[in-house]
């Protein structure tokens, strides 16, 4: 089982739905970050962070450390939010490195 | 805008050539990453550096090798490719400084195609 689970690995959406993509870990974590790749690979981090919530435009990220689960939501999604949403972490005893989740692939159509 | 680069973006090759992905990276980050990524699937750490001539290979073994001559210079060699090297690399860095947890940036990434 990976140390970094992802749902739903795909989803499909209409232009203005509200979006949650969901992370669940297994290990002790210093923190968690949320990463989006376009296609042709480059992956830009949207946020980094160990408790409660942060928001930053229309994204929002929580995380629940008791529960190790972290959301990831979209408010008002648009075709341009088209893209791979990756969960990663930095775990307590080796945080100079981070374990990725699979990834999951949103597209928003208009 | 993270000032993170890569050469080349796409490469194609025969097997048996010897490739040199280049990184380089203008922000004067101690820590540097070599990450792996097939389609659909997961990153993978292959390589990392704390300092120049500080280097470590990583979770996923790889046949690659990289050196840290310079802090802003991190390159990956393949001294023969094969067809099972076909993937996207991926390199990034970080700020090194102290035990805090800090976010990584990335570079564009090389799609490699080994024929």
């Known amino acids: 089982k990976n140390e970094v689970e992802q749902s739903p690995q795909n989803l499909t959406a209409q232009e203005g739905e509200f979006i949650t993509i969901n992370c669940s870990y297994s290990v002790g974590i210093s923190a968690l970050h949320w990463l989006q790749q376009h296609p042709g690979g480059g992956i830009v981090s949207l946020f980094m962070l160990s408790s409660g919530k942060k928001k930053h435009g229309r994204l929002i990220a929580t995380i629940n450390i008791q529960e190790k689960h972290s959301s990831l939501h979209i408010t008002a999604s648009h075709p341009r939010d088209s893209a791979v949403y990756i969960c990663a972490v930095s775990k307590t005893f080796s945080n100079y490195k981070l374990t990725f989740g699979k990834g999951t692939l949103l597209t928003v159509n208009p | 805008e993270a000032d993170i680069y890569q050469t080349p973006r796409y490469l194609v090759i025969g097997t048996g050539k010897k490739i040199t992905l280049e990184c380089s990276q203008t922000m004067g980050h101690d820590k540097m990453y070599w990450y792996q990524q097939d389609p659909g699937m997961e990153l993978h750490l292959i390589h990392y550096?704390?300092?120049?001539?500080?280097?470590e290979k990583g979770d996923l073994s790889s046949e690659s090798t990289v050196s840290r001559i310079r802090t802003e210079h991190f390159p990956l060699t393949l001294e023969s490719a094969r067809p099972s090297h076909t993937s996207q690399y991926l390199c990034?860095?970080?700020?090194?400084?102290?035990?805090?947890?800090?976010?990584?940036?990335f570079g564009p990434g090389t799609r490699l195609t080994v024929t």
């Open positions: 990034a860095s970080r700020v090194g400084t102290g035990g805090r947890t800090y976010e990584q940036y």
């Open positions: 550096s704390y300092g120049v001539n500080s280097t």
